[in-house]
């Protein structure tokens, strides 16, 4: 849980006592954020982290059960190719997008694409588009569309500048695999950030880094506070060429 609050001159810096967030109290790229005060966190914010830590297992707990019946996979495919029509238009009928600022479906971790669909309908993720078509859907169906994109292949881009490549790599080894996986494949919770554009991962890391309200994750916010464009669009680089 939440045991302090770090404000730095680049922004809020929220650390978790967890040992994975430990690693964020070193930060060897962030240069110029210097802490300055040091506070407790409020409730509500410890009683929002128990309340997505309970629903993650929850959902975990409901796609492991799925999975293992052959019957409802059947039903999923069919499902997903009667009622997805709409979102290929954006995410592509095999899952990987096919417009600017849109993100690959395809092989995410269905998990994280499971509680995205229910943060975009409950409110907590907010995207006009996908709020609505979110709340369209039953419970089940939601599993049903996580899991049918899960099983789709997401296409890595080529590597264009290695230098810039091999700075992101470096971030990326540093600052992310501990959480997203030493490949970007999401294991657990978290998102696979291995194939997805660039483009969405740079504009979901300045999302997370300026609070607009749209999207919030304290654990990314500390992470996105202590990079600069130039280190955010190396790290998306990186990532989007990972298989
Ligand atoms: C008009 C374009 C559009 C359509 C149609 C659309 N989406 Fe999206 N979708 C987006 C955009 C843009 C985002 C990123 C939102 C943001 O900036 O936070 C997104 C995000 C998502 C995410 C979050 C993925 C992640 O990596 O966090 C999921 C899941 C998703 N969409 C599922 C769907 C499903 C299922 C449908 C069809 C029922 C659909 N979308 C239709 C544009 C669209
Ligand atoms: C302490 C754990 C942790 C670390 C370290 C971490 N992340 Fe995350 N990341 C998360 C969580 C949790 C989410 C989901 C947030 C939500 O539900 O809105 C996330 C979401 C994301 C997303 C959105 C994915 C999507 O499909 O929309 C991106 C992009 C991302 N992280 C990139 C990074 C990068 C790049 C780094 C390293 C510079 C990093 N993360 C380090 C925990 C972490």
Redesign the pocket.
Known sequence: MLNKIIISNSGFRRI?S?A??M??LWEPMNIDAKPIVLQAPSDKDVQLEEK?LEAQKHLAIMVNKIQKDPEAKEKIVQFGQERTILCNVCHGEDGNAKRAGV??LAG?NPV?LL??IQ?FSDG??YDRTMRSLASSFTEDEKIMLALYYSKMEARPTKIQDPVQWAAGKE??D???????GERGRGEK?????SS?KAD???K??KE?RSYTGR???P??A???N??NDE??AA??AY?STLK
């Not at 919770?189 to 950030?193: D, E, H, I, K, T």
């Open positions: 978790f967890c994975a967030c690693l964020l997505d993100p690959n995410q994280y509680d995205q943060r907590r993720r971030i990326y540093v600052a992310c695999a501990q959480c997203h919770g978290y998102a696979r950030l997805q969405y991962v740079i979901m890391l997370f999207r919030a994750n654990w990314m500390a992470v996105s202590s990079l280190e955010m790290v998306a990532v």
